[in-house]
C-alpha cells in the first residue's frame, strides 16, 4: 500500500502539508512541479486550477515577483480603462495598482476570489503562477497574457530588499540569497525555467502571448504602451497618438508619480490570508543595473553563466 498522498484526493491545503518544505527564504518554501512556493500560494494556485472559470476575453499579467508586476499592472490598466477615466480622476491617483488588478491567485489581494466571478469583461488579472500550472481552459480559449520579466540581477536584488523590508523579522544576506536563487530556489522559482515557459508559449502562439522585458519599458516606454494597447486589442487611435496619449499613460504610471502619491506611501496592500504588506513596499528605486551596488562582478558574472546555460538554444537572452 502506498503512503504517498495523491493530490486528487484531499484539498488543496492537506496536499501542500505533504510536501517537502525548504528554509532559506522570509518562510519556508514547497516544491511542487519543479516550481518552489509559498505553501498558502500553492494552496491558492491549486483552488484556482481546479474551480477558476476562465472567459474567452480575460487578460492575464503574468510576472515572477519583482520584475515590475505593479508597474504593468499600473499601464495595462490605464491603458484598457482609457475611455472610463479622464487623467485629473484617475483611479490610481487614489489606489494602489495592486488592488486594480487582482492577482487571480491571491484571494483578498483587490476584489475577492468570489468577486472575480462577478467582474465585467473583459477582466484584467495578474498572476505569478507559471504558464503550466494555469488552468488548461485558458490557452484553449485563447485567453491573452502579457509576460514580463527582468534581468535575474536586478530581480535578485529587488527580491532580496523586499523579503527583508515587507516580511518582519526576515534577515537575508546578499550572498545567502545570491546561492539559493543561483540553485533555482526563490519563491516562484526557478527564475530560468518561469521565464522560458511563457517564452516557449510566445513564440508558438505570439497572438496569444505578449512577451515583454522590465528593461525594453524603461528605454522606450511609449512604444511599449503602444505595443501593449494593440495586443490587447484596443489598439491607440490616430488622435490619440496625436494627443500624445502614450506619453500621458506613461508620466502616469512612472515610478516618479506612483511614489509621490500618498496611497503609495502609507497604508498597506492586503496579501491574502497571510496579511499584509506596506503599501511602499513596491517601490524601491525602480532602476535598471542597480544589482551592481548590491553584488560583486563576479557574482553578476556568475549568475548570467547559470542563466545563459539554462536558456541555450531558446532565442531568450537577458
Ligand atoms: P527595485 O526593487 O529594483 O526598485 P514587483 O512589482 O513585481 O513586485 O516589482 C517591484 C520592482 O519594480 C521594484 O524594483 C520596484 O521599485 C519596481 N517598480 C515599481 N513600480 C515601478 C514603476 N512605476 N516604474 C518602474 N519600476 C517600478
Known sequence: ESSTTREEDVLPKDFVATLPAREGWSEPLVQYHNYW?????????????QAFVPR????????????????????????????????????????????????????GAGTSHTDIESLESPRLFATHTPMSLLPPDMRSLGCRVVYLCRDPKDTLVSRLHFENKAFPGTNLSMDGAFSMFCEGFSPYGPFWDHCLEYWRESVARPDSVLFLKYEEIKSDPAQVVKKLAKFLGV????????????????????????????????????????????????????????????????????????????????????
Open 235 to 318: 489598439p491607440l487611435t490616430e488622435e490619440e497618438v496625436s494627443f500624445g496619449v502614450a506619453r500621458e499613460v506613461v508620466r502616469l504610471c512612472s515610478f516618479e508619480t506612483l511614489t509621490s502619491l500618498q496611497v503609495n506611501q502609507v497604508g498597506s496592500v492586503r496579501h491574502g490570508d497571510s496579511g499584509s504588506i506596506g503599501s511602499s513596499a513596491f517601490y524601491r528605486k525602480g532602476e535598471v543595473g542597480d544589482w551592481a551596488n548590491h553584488m560583486s562582478q563576479e557574482m553578476g558574472d556568475k549568475l548570467d553563466r547559470i542563466v545563459q546555460l539554462k536558456l541555450e538554444g531558446s532565442g531568450l537572452k537577458f
Open 37 to 49: 512556493f509559498r505553501p498558502w500560494h500553492l494552496e491558492r494556485i491549486l483552488l484556482v486550477k
Open 56 to 107: 474567452a476575453d480575460d487578460i492575464i499579467l503574468a510576472t515572477q515577483p519583482k520584475c515590475g508586476t505593479t508597474w504593468l499592472k499600473a499601464l495595462a490598466f490605464t491603458i484598457t480603462n482609457r475611455s472610463r477615466y479622464g487623467f485629473s480622476d484617475h483611479p490610481l491617483l487614489t489606489h494602489h495598482p495592486q488592488h486594480l488588478v487582482p492577482f487571480i491567485q491571491i484571494r
